[in-house]
């Protein structure tokens, strides 16, 4: 019975460490977020030295995405509309159609949909970008050279992000409306003018430009989490493969947090 | 004029590159598809990889879908702020809304990052050190080891992503609705259970499993064919999100059709 007890405490102490322990290094990722969003904020006042670069990451990671966005805000359309017309089947009436949609698409769903689809394709690429950069010890040689890594590499894809994702998220919610009006005329029982009222009924303004805020702040977390995980790889080829994956499960879940947080806190 | 004409001609060659090349992705990802059904199982690897790619994505869907818990009561929230509601139609909606629409699109996405991009880096990082080579010489087929495992892990895996991503966003939402709107736990619970059809279940969970098994076959096939060194494996990781996002949006809407 000896050896039971000690088995016990040890078992119970194997659990208690990889818990902490998770803690623990959640805490330490929290910390070294902190410290390069705080950096680069500070090297932001030299962003207008490099317009430049900031134009070519705009092209890169926003105008390319273009079309990808489309095509998802348009399934996003046609999706809401089928969907809500089951929920509304017989309890609410069809009226109400276009209110629904409309709401739904311009709060939720256009802003998350578009900057999940977005964010995989951006943070993916800074990662590899800065990864591959970071495995050839190219970061290194810029900081030998007492360039700031910073101040070349992350600040302009962060105004980059923050400035195309509201441009990307406007052109998604009119391909996504487009499709919703093309999908309610042709796949329900509703007329074209009855859905066009509810599009408009209860409509405000401020459901729009709450979506647009949302999306700059989801712009700056793909940013960090894309740059984050670059300069974070170690151990080579397999290494960059593995902060890709990272940086992509970390910004959607950032993205769904801070989702909540934003709607939370101006409701 | 001509600069004109010059413009017109590239957008034109932009547009019929673009389709050609998405034609020939999809008829390759066919193809590829094809091939991997004829192979056999190996169940000792299925197993291996139903623990590594889907076990260990478990506690990300558990994190998500408590926020997709929120996201849902803040949309319902939205939707009927203006309408005078009964409370127990709350919990019919929102019990539809994260079994059949929120809840299988927003894990779907998730899990493309996390099984798609995963899986894709690692045949990928198998494919640039030439290991998928050194198998079919050693005359064992990766097919049968590798890919096909993994595809079937994730079938097998679905299942128990909607039940577990489900169980906690309807926790969540409860949890939220009576903390912010003031709804009892008994009218949610109640709506939900007196308005429940089994065409929600059933979407679910074919949704949840078809998602499930498209990022585990794009991811499988971009990383089969990826070539180019680092470059290449960062290359596969990002076609494969980008690609199995939309084809998760696009078999949302099929499924809906089909099964509503």
């Given at each position: 019975?000896?050896s ?27 910390a ?32 390319d ?6 095509a ?143 999306s ?52 | ?67 997709v ?58 494919r ?6 050194a ?54 619970y ?12 059933v ?48 078999e ?9």
């Amino acid at each position: 019975m000896d050896s039971g007890k000690s088995s016990l405490i040890n078992l119970l102490a194997s659990h208690f460490l990889i818990i902490s322990s998770y803690i623990a290094s959640f805490m330490r990722h929290t910390a070294r977020m902190g410290y390069l969003i705080v950096n680069t904020l500070g090297q932001l006042k030299y962003s207008l030295k490099m317009k430049a670069a900031i134009v070519n990451e705009m092209k890169t990671s926003g105008l390319d995405s273009l079309p990808l966005v489309m095509a998802a805000s348009a399934f996003i359309g046609g999706e809401t509309v089928l969907q809500t017309e089951f929920q509304f089947s017989g309890i609410v009436p069809l009226r109400y159609l276009g209110m629904a949609v409309c709401k739904a698409l311009t709060t939720e769903l256009c802003p998350v949909i578009v900057a999940f689809v977005v964010s995989s394709r951006v943070s993916t690429s800074y990662a590899a970008e800065i990864g591959t950069m970071k495995t050839g010890e190219q970061i290194d040689a810029l900081s030998c050279l007492s360039l700031n890594p910073l101040r070349y590499l992350a600040v302009p894809k962060l105004v980059a992000c923050v400035i195309m994702l509201p441009i990307l998220v406007v052109f998604g919610e009119l391909v996504a409306f487009l499709a919703s009006i093309i999908t309610a005329v042709l796949a329900i029982d509703i007329t074209l003018h009855s859905y066009l009222q509810g599009l408009r009924l209860f409509f405000h303004p401020a459901d729009l430009l709450v979506g647009i805020f949302k999306s700059s702040v989801f712009g700056a977390i793909i940013c960090f989490t894309g740059v984050y995980c670059g300069f974070n790889t170690d151990g080579g080829a397999a290494g960059v493969g593995r902060s890709t994956t990272t940086a992509v499960v970390v910004s959607a879940i950032l993205i769904l947090a801070f989702d909540f947080l934003i709607a939370y806190l101006l409701k | 004029m001509k600069a004109l004409k010059n413009k017109a001609d590239k957008v034109a060659e932009w547009t019929g590159s673009v389709f050609r090349t998405s034609v020939e992705n999809i008829g390759s990802l066919a193809l590829f598809f094809i091939r991997l059904s004829r192979e056999k199982w190996h169940r000792g690897m299925i197993v291996e990889q139903m623990y590594v790619t889907g076990v260990k994505s478990l506690s990300f869907v558990a994190m998500s879908s408590v926020f997709v818990g929120f996201i849902t009561i803040m949309t319902y929230t939205n939707l009927t702020a203006r309408l005078n509601v009964e409370p127990f139609i709350m919990g019919m909606m929102v019990s539809r809304l994260v079994f059949m629409e929120l809840g299988p699109t927003l894990v779907g996405l998730i899990l493309a990052g996390k099984i798609g991009a995963k899986i894709a880096s690692e045949i990928s990082f198998m494919r640039i050190a030439e290991q998928i080579d050194a198998l079919t010489c050693l005359s064992l087929n990766p097919m049968r080891y590798l890919i096909n495992s993994r595809v079937v892990a994730c079938l097998l895996m679905g299942p128990v992503f909607f039940a577990t991503s489900s169980l906690i966003a309807i926790l969540s939402s409860q949890v939220f609705a009576e903390l912010t709107c003031g709804v009892s736990a008994a009218d949610f619970y109640s709506g939900m259970k007196n308005s429940f059809q089994l065409t929600i279940a059933v979407m679910g969970i074919v949704k949840v499993t078809s998602f499930s098994v498209t990022n585990a076959i794009v991811g499988c096939y971009y990383g089969y064919y990826a070539s180019g060194g680092a470059l290449g494996i960062g290359k596969a990781t990002r076609n494969t999100v980008v690609a199995s996002s939309l084809l998760i949006l696009l078999e949302n809407i099929i499924l809906t059709t089909l099964l509503l």
